[in-house]
């Protein structure tokens, strides 16, 4: 198995397709930071104005830490446009590229093979949100320093201590990985149809801007089955930011998650296992 992975890490990052995610994090992360060295003091100034009369701010407020929040929270809405590229070529390229049949004829049974296809692309998840953990968090914190977190949410402003803000990162980026495996997920799932992978990129894309859309859809019928939606609980890595944690909240939500992941390679491995190579 861990050879079948490195061969399709091999095949994975042999494709351009493959590193637009990280040159496209690459540069916005480096924008946000370079237009926030200049002018988040102004946004701190901002957000904090009603409580500047009544406290005294002392210390580094626009560090690393704040900066690194606000990138993965403008990013993780649109970090899936990126891995749906990677995600819809993996088994749809082997049709694109007629390779199918001698793939399936190695002496490796279909599901080690289809697993093989999901491990590598939960990996590429994993390297890509390590390198936004590492760009954003890391440089940041060199770029800007480190301090205590401010956090604006609900009409509140929470700040914490030095010592308390690493964990609730490496938290949150495990959380909002796992987000991203369902949508590579999903991906891999369409890809099983097809022999092109725009089909399920488009697929997957629009199942989630339904998914959003239905969200906010003020229908008894629509809200009753918004908490099964994979999407009402992308965003739920933020939950480790708030005071205190609601922890049932999140547990919750890795459940969905997890089910959608397992359902998902499920069916998939099914379809491939019964995939006919002779048509």
């Known amino acids: 198995m861990i050879l079948l992975i490195w061969l399709e890490l091999q095949k994975m990052f042999k494709k351009w397709r493959t590193y637009i995610g990280f040159i496209a994090i690459g540069f916005l992360v480096l924008i946000v930071q370079l237009a926030l060295y200049f002018t988040g003091q102004n946004m701190i100034d901002f957000q904090t104005r009603s409580i500047q009369q009544s406290f005294v701010m002392i210390g580094n407020l626009l560090n690393g830490y704040f900066i690194a929040r606000l990138i993965l ?47 590598s692309g939960w990996l590429y998840v ?18 800007f320093g480190t301090g205590p977190l401010i956090s604006f949410g609900g009409g509140r402003i929470v700040i914490f201590a030095q010592n308390d803000i690493l964990w609730r990162f490496l938290a949150a980026y495990a959380f909002a990985a796992l987000s991203m495996l369902t949508v590579i997920s999903f991906s891999i799932f369409f890809s099983a149809f097809v022999e092109n992978a725009i ?10 801007i339904i998914l959003l859309i239905l969200s906010v859809i003020p229908v008894d019928l629509f809200q009753t089955i918004k908490p099964y939606f994979f999407t009402s609980h992308m965003s739920r890595w933020d939950g480790f930011f708030s005071d205190p944690i609601d922890y049932s909240d999140i547990f919750d939500s890795v459940v969905v998650l997890v089910a959608h992941i397992a359902a998902l390679f499920g069916i998939t491995s099914y379809i491939f296992i019964k995939k006919d190579i002779l048509s």
């Open 73 to 119: 929270s403008f990013l993780i809405i649109h970090i899936p446009f990126l891995i749906v590229l990677v995600g819809a070529d993996l088994l749809a390229g082997e049709a694109t590229a007629g390779t199918y049949r001698m793939l399936l004829t190695r002496p490796v049974s279909r599901l080690k093979i289809v697993s093989a296809k999901f491990l």
């Open 126 to 143: 994993i390297f890509l949100l390590g390198f936004l953990a590492f760009l954003s968090l890391g440089v940041g914190s060199i770029i």
């Open 199 to 208: 089909g399920p990129i488009a697929a997957t894309m629009a199942l989630i």
